[in-house]
């Protein structure tokens, strides 16, 4: 984001890339991603003195396991696993961001995980 970019207004609700600033993200993958680069997207949401925004990385709804447990506080454990896969360099990491049911012990990541021969 450079200082010769445009400012762009944020508000609550609206999502960010930290490389893309304002996006519509995508759909359908365990949490809305960044277009152009498929990083998680973050959204601004205010904060509790209601003086400024902050922005949170989301996590998904529910499980992927065959009962599709609805996830929250003390639900999911959230966690990160190191991988150097084509999807996690194509993101420019060095990584997946994993939820684990707290129920059923599924695991869910993003990027997905490519498992590939070396």
């Known amino acids: 984001m450079g200082a010769d970019r445009e400012q762009q207004t944020r ?8 490389d ?11 949490v809305p991603a960044c277009p152009h680069c498929g990083k998680i997207a973050l959204q601004a ?18 499980c992927a396991g065959p009962d599709h447990h ?9 966690g990160w ?4 896969c ?10 997946h961001r994993t939820w684990t049911c707290s129920v059923c012990d599924n695991v869910q990541e993003w990027p997905y995980h490519r ?4």
């Open 20 to 30: 893309h600033d304002l996006i519509t993200p995508v759909l359908g993958g365990p």
């Open 115 to 118: 498992a590939e021969l070396h």
């Open 81 to 84: 696993h190191a991988c150097e």
């Open 45 to 62: 949401t205010l904060a509790t003195s209601g003086a400024h925004l902050v922005y949170a990385e989301p996590a998904p709804e529910r």
């Open 70 to 78: 609805p996830l929250g506080p003390n639900r999911v454990n959230v």
């Open 86 to 95: 084509s999807p996690v360099v194509a993101t420019d990491g060095r990584g």
């Open 11 to 18: 508000g609550p609700g609206d999502w960010i890339c930290t």
